[in-house]
């Protein structure tokens, strides 16, 4: 280790010696005299030094070198905090921008895991001050210090309640608000010269860096985030933010939603966009801005790309905000209003498709529930032609009972609707119902099709057949297809009994099996007792291996007769009330 007079020595040779006969070895030794005042606790001492006149020179040329140990020391907040803080702020003045922006970069690439909210929020103030002296080649230093910033603040989870949120253990809330402060006298910089004169490529730039910036904190943290209007936490003003920088930049919000191509878009910017639309029309943050040109029916058919994007994910948040933009997005739109025409474009396929996942796939309650709202709200929106066609794909296309039985119940609405005067059509009460209610009056496997499984459309398929025949009278005036209807119903009712009598035999004999085997296991116990013998285990030969307890299967089989007894009672009601019709 050196002495003092020796590195009073080394001092004296660096101020006389030019800049560009110091060696990478004087850059070194005056990074660890500087980390030894430190260790040492003598940060009074290294902040004289770095302000002395005399050492201007040597500050300016080699001082970036000690802005890693002065910002560790700030992180791990030690008794010399404020000495420390005065020496990062008097290099950030003194030394080259460009060096200290390198310098800075460096530290942000290999931030410790547990550090990163400390490091960000000491470092963040010093590196706006560097970019600012930046000038008007500031641009790529801008962008890539928000770069490195957004990477390092990606390794943080986003807080999902505001319970957590609150807390902000992790500091990303913190962390988005001091990225806000940083990039603010840019935005403001490119505002104020927003029409004052042609803009530079520099100018644009900036601009550029600016909106990169603005995408990215969209995408994350903000589309992960739970956002409400009644609550205005750190991450909804980071929302606020974004959405007021956004024009203040002269980026127009119909441009960048409605107008700008998204098939050649990434998905990380199309989760941008679709999390800008959300914002915008859900939480109408930065609405006062948009024009209000734009029809109901327009945004619903840009929204659906958005919509798409969201619904395709299996995030709990993204699905969240799908759903609501997807709600939203519809509320505007008049009733029995949608053209048939627009279930050609591939975004109304796919939302409905990706919306039938969530509701049969989804182990969340709150979205299944919060997803069946919304596909029936989209079915309210279809004029009638629509409904019969989307009522025919889903029927083809859904392969989940539950899904098809609620088609069925909406067709039942429809039909009952176009009774009335006035508001007949073809879809629900000529030819085509006819080809629809094919549909709902099959058994896609024949004599083979698991009841248990297609129960739910089974049931309603007969309810429906049941509320036709109730209603015949008016159905005959007002259509010219029940012969032909009554066809179809009679040989839906006849396969439909084969299968019940198959499925019948089947699980009964289950059942009587089942309790053979219960029988078997109950005196093989009882044996086993009088056994002077312990057995550790025993095993019952041939016995079929279930994840279910013996229990749970006697239920389940005797709820599947129970069943099989209720669907023959419907269809014995059904045959009734045509017997009835028949005699008067």
Not at 14 to 21: I, K, V
Not at 284 to 293: E, M, Q, R, T, W
Not at 458 to 470: D, G, V
Request: glycine share 4%.
């Amino acid at each position: 280790m050196a002495t003092e007079d020796q590195v009073k020595d080394i001092i004296h040779r660096w101020q006389n010696t030019p800049e560009d006969e110091l060696k990478p070895e004087d850059y070194q030794r005056f990074k660890n005299l500087g980390s030894a005042c430190l260790t040492r606790g003598d940060a009074a001492q290294l902040l004289e030094f770095l302000q002395d006149d005399k050492n201007q020179g040597i500050v300016r040329c080699m001082g970036c070198v000690l802005m890693a140990p002065l910002l560790n020391e700030v992180v791990q907040k030690e008794k010399s905090l404020d000495r420390c803080q005065a020496a990062i702020t008097h290099l950030t003045r003194t030394c080259r921008p460009d060096e200290l922006l390198h310098s800075l970069l460096e530290l942000l690439e290999d931030i410790d895991p547990g550090a990163i909210c400390e490091t960000i929020l000491a470092l963040v103030p010093h590196l706006q001050t560097v970019l600012l002296r930046l000038g008007d080649r500031k641009a790529a230093g801008v962008g890539s210090a928000l770069t490195a910033l957004q990477k390092q603040l990606s390794r943080l989870p986003v807080p999902y309640s505001r319970q957590q949120e609150e807390a902000d253990e992790h500091g990303l809330c913190r962390c988005c608000s001091a990225l806000a402060v940083l990039a603010k006298p840019f935005v403001e910089e490119v505002k104020g010269r927003n029409g004052e004169h042609v803009a530079t490529a520099e100018d644009e730039e900036l601009r550029t860096e600016l909106l990169k910036f603005c995408m990215r904190s969209l995408r994350e943290p903000l589309l992960e985030a739970e956002l409400t209007r009644d609550r205005r936490s750190s991450l909804w003003l980071f929302a606020t933010e974004i959405l007021v920088t956004l024009p203040a930049i002269q980026e127009s919000l119909p441009e960048l939603l409605f107008f700008s191509p998204l098939k050649k878009s990434s998905s990380q910017s199309k989760e941008s966009r679709a999390c800008l639309a959300y914002l915008l029309f859900v939480q109408l943050i930065g609405i006062h801005s948009f024009p209000a040109v734009f029809s109901p029916l327009f945004v619903l058919q840009c929204n659906m790309d958005y919509i798409n994007q969201l619904l395709s994910s299996k995030k709990e948040s993204h699905l969240l905000k799908g759903l609501a933009l997807y709600a939203k997005s519809l509320e505007s739109v008049q009733d029995n209003s949608l053209p048939v025409s627009l279930l050609e474009l591939k975004s109304f396929y796919s939302v409905p498709q990706n919306l039938r996942q969530v509701l049969t796939d989804c182990p969340m309650q709150h979205l299944r529930e919060s997803g069946l709202q919304v596909f029936q709200l989209f079915i309210n929106k279809l004029d009638a032609e629509a409904k019969h066609k989307f009522f025919r794909c889903m029927l083809k296309t859904s392969n989940h009972a539950g899904v098809e039985s609620y088609i069925v119940k909406n067709i039942r609405s429809q039909v009952e609707f176009a009774m009335k005067p006035g508001t007949a059509n073809k879809g629900f009460l000529g030819a085509e119902f006819l080809s629809l209610m094919g549909l709902v009056l099959s058994l896609p496997k024949g004599a083979q099709t698991d009841l248990l499984h297609s129960m739910d459309r089974i049931m309603e398929s007969l309810n429906l057949l049941r509320y036709l025949l109730i209603r015949d009278t008016e159905l005959r005036s007002a259509t010219d297809v029940w012969e032909e209807l009554s066809g179809i119903k009679e040989e839906y009712l006849k396969m439909l009994r084969v299968c019940i009598g198959r499925s019948r035999r089947h699980y009964s004999s289950e059942l009587k099996a089942l309790r053979g085997d219960q029988k078997l296991r109950a005196k093989e116990a009882r044996e086993a007792a009088r056994s002077t013998r312990v057995l550790k285990s025993m095993a019952v030969k041939h016995e079929e291996v279930s994840d279910m307890s013996p229990e749970v299967q006697h239920q389940v089989l005797q709820s599947a007769l129970v069943t099989f007894d209720l669907m023959e009672s419907l269809i014995v009601r059904i045959e009734e009330i045509t017997e009835e019709k028949r005699k008067n």
